[in-house]
């Protein structure tokens, strides 16, 4: 396993994570949907994934509806000192008024809840789960800064800011002396590059970790889909777009994934999340699993080492337009260079 610096902190953690979307909420046509693992099934895949080197493992509050915390925190027992522990807050978790969003309010509440389900005394990494369009930053890091002095919060980070709202909050916790952002965790694959325009150059200018999720588009990168439809195995992706995902432009990097991954003899699943951790700035790709032959096939991307062809006929099949005023800078820039 391979590990990188999570932004500006002297921690280290694997460039693949563990994500445990899947685990908890069988009951739930959402989350029974995307998972639904009992505590033996979780078990199986977090040791797994301990095993191989992964040492960040991330959840949410909102998870299985609340149980993938619980579940966690159960199976990991006396290994919680062996993994950077990072869940998130600020999306619904009940009906009432302040059963969301990054106010003072519900984020303390979700730390103390978030604790408690995860069996544990802090959160390694405490993430906002999205940007909360009422709440001032100054009040959302505030409360942070408070709940990291406390101890309960070793690092912050945010999910599915905006580039502008990412580089606010660092604005404002350099203003006021609160502890700052350390990461940002966004959709990110072959087939959903917009955070190249913006988000990704962003972080790294800023020294702020970048955490991908949905490294494989949520199984269309697995090589279980192609024109002619999808394996049983990977029928779920048939039921939904999400992440939104335009299914030709998919179909035309699974092509090209299945020449490159075909010239290291590995799975094109490998392929892409080999691409995904070779990108500038990528710190770490998170990566779910519902069984513990798909898991390892995933942690096999550390050994797969793409040369430059690879990635150039990768980026040819999927790069997205440049945006304004990317293209105008590009034309400007050669003006900066000395003149002979």
Same mark, same amino acid.
């Given at each position: 396993?391979?590990?990188?610096?999570?932004?500006?902190?002297?921690? %280290?953690?694997?460039?693949?994570?563990?994500?445990?979307?899947?685990?908890?909420?069988?009951?739930?046509?959402?989350?029974?949907?995307?998972?639904?693992?009992?505590?033996?099934?979780?078990?199986?895949?977090?040791?797994?994934?301990?095993?191989?080197?992964?040492?960040?493992?991330?959840?949410?509050?909102?998870?299985?509806?609340?149980?993938?915390?619980?579940?966690?925190?159960?199976?990991?027992?006396?290994?919680?000192?062996?993994? /950077?522990?990072?869940?998130?807050?600020?999306?619904?978790?009940?009906?009432?008024?302040?059963?969301?969003?990054?106010?003072?309010?519900?984020?303390? #509440?979700?730390?103390?809840?978030?604790?408690?389900?995860?069996?544990?005394?802090?959160?390694?990494? %405490?993430?906002? =789960?999205?940007?909360?369009?009422?709440?001032?930053?100054?009040?959302?890091?505030?409360?942070?800064?408070?709940?990291?002095?406390?101890?309960?919060?070793?690092?912050?980070?945010?999910?599915?800011?905006?580039?502008?709202?990412?580089?606010?909050?660092?604005?404002?916790?350099?203003?006021?002396?609160?502890?700052?952002?350390?990461? =940002?965790?966004?959709?990110?694959?072959?087939?959903? #590059?917009?955070?190249? =325009?913006?988000?990704? &150059?962003?972080?790294?200018?800023?020294?702020?970790? %970048?955490?991908?999720?949905?490294?494989?588009?949520?199984? *269309?990168?697995?090589?279980?889909?192609?024109?002619?439809?999808?394996?049983?195995?990977?029928? #779920?992706?048939?039921?939904?777009?999400? &992440?939104?995902?335009?299914?030709?432009?998919?179909?035309?990097? /699974?092509?090209? *994934?299945?020449?490159?991954?075909?010239?290291?003899?590995?799975? /094109?699943?490998?392929?892409?999340?080999?691409?995904?951790?070779?990108?500038?700035?990528?710190?770490?790709?998170?990566?779910?699993?519902?069984?513990?032959?798909?898991?390892?096939?995933? *942690?096999?991307?550390?050994?797969?080492?793409?040369?430059?062809?690879?990635?150039?006929?990768?980026?040819?099949?999927?790069?997205?337009?440049?945006?304004?005023?990317?293209?105008?800078?590009?034309?400007?820039?050669?003006? #900066?260079?000395?003149?002979?």
């Amino acid at each position: 396993m391979e590990y990188r610096q999570l932004g500006g902190t002297g921690v %280290f953690v694997s460039s693949i994570a563990l994500g445990a979307m899947t685990f908890g909420g069988a009951d739930s046509p959402i989350w029974g949907t995307v998972g639904g693992l009992g505590a033996q099934e979780a078990d199986a895949i977090v040791g797994a994934a301990l095993d191989a080197g992964v040492n960040l493992v991330d959840t949410a509050d909102v998870y299985g509806d609340g149980e993938s915390e619980s579940i966690l925190g159960k199976v990991l027992g006396s290994r919680r000192d062996d993994v /950077v522990l990072a869940t998130k807050a600020s999306a619904r978790t009940g009906p009432g008024p302040n059963d969301a969003g990054a106010t003072r309010y519900h984020l303390l #509440r979700s730390i103390e809840a978030s604790l408690s389900r995860l069996g544990t005394d802090r959160i390694d990494l %405490f993430q906002i =789960h999205g940007f909360d369009p009422l709440t001032p930053l100054e009040e959302t890091l505030g409360a942070l800064d408070d709940a990291v002095r406390q101890g309960k919060v070793r690092y912050i980070g945010a999910s599915n800011f905006a580039a502008r709202q990412l580089v606010k909050a660092l604005g404002v916790s350099a203003r006021e002396g609160l502890a700052r952002f350390v990461s =940002h965790q966004c959709y990110y694959s072959l087939v959903g #590059r917009d955070v190249e =325009h913006e988000i990704l &150059p962003a972080s790294r200018e800023e020294n702020v970790a %970048f955490l991908s999720y949905a490294p494989l588009a949520s199984g *269309l990168l697995s090589g279980k889909f192609d024109r002619s439809g999808a394996t049983e195995e990977g029928a #779920r992706r048939n039921t939904t777009d999400w &992440p939104p995902t335009d299914r030709e432009k998919a179909y035309d990097a /699974v092509d090209v *994934l299945r020449v490159v991954a075909g010239r290291h003899g590995t799975t /094109v699943a490998r392929a892409a999340l080999a691409w995904n951790i070779a990108q500038p700035g990528v710190t770490s790709a998170i990566v779910g699993a519902r069984r513990v032959p798909q898991l390892l096939d995933s *942690l096999g991307a550390v050994e797969v080492a793409l040369t430059a062809q690879d990635l150039a006929e990768l980026d040819a099949a999927t790069a997205p337009p440049t945006a304004y005023p990317a293209w105008i800078q590009q034309q400007v820039a050669p003006s #900066r260079l000395p003149q002979a």
